[in-house]
């Protein structure tokens, strides 16, 4: 590929970058369910497993003791909300494990470039690449036409208000658009499979 077909690509990329780094640097709230993400995170990073532990509530703590996200929810909030999922000494939450995993996910990555990170930035850097990945395919799929009508899309939207927060709502939203997308091109299978 040559650089002037790379370069949409890497203008796309580097736009995304920039908007996500200005994001980066808002103060971060909490809102909706945001607090049994940020919980499952450590529920992840602690034990690898997608309920909560002893050890995952403390970090949980740590986090709220920092006073870095805005309303963010009490630990006895968490611990007690849920009561019919706890089991001995672990607790779960009926919210999507799978975001969280991929935020932690997310979160190793950034670690082995050395790029410090949290909680917060792990969903964060998730938002983008999923947001990146469809903004991407989008341009693959039907060059400038169809990178506006993402762009469109997504900025007459709610999904704007969700950029920066925890919440499932831009993977939910950068799946579906995905699935689209691989079905409008005939990949079937790749489009049930997102």
Do not use: C
Request: charged content about 10%; glycine content about 6%; proline content about 4%.
């Amino acid at each position: 590929m040559s650089f002037k077909e790379l370069s949409p690509y890497l203008a796309i990329g580097i736009a995304f970058l920039a908007t996500f780094m200005v994001l980066g640097q808002l103060t971060p709230q909490h809102v909706g369910d945001g607090a049994e993400y940020y919980a499952l995170f450590y529920a992840w990073s602690d034990t690898l497993r997608p309920w909560m532990t002893a050890t995952s509530f403390d970090s949980y703590e740590g986090l709220l003791s920092k006073g870095e996200i805005i309303a963010l929810k009490p630990r006895e909030w968490l611990e007690t909300t849920f009561a019919a999922l706890r089991l001995g000494d672990t607790a779960d939450f009926n919210h999507f494990w799978f975001y969280s995993f991929l935020a932690f996910l997310v979160s190793k990555l950034l670690a082995i470039f050395g790029i410090p990170n949290g909680p917060h930035q792990s969903y964060l850097a998730l938002h983008f690449l999923l947001l990146l990945s469809v903004g991407l395919m989008s341009f693959h799929f039907f060059r400038w036409q169809g990178f506006a009508a993402f762009l469109i899309m997504t900025l007459t939207t709610p999904m704007v208000w969700f950029f920066d927060k925890v919440h499932t709502e831009i993977f939910t939203y950068s799946t579906v658009v995905l699935s689209v997308l691989l079905l409008l091109r005939k990949h079937y299978l790749a489009g049930a499979f997102v």
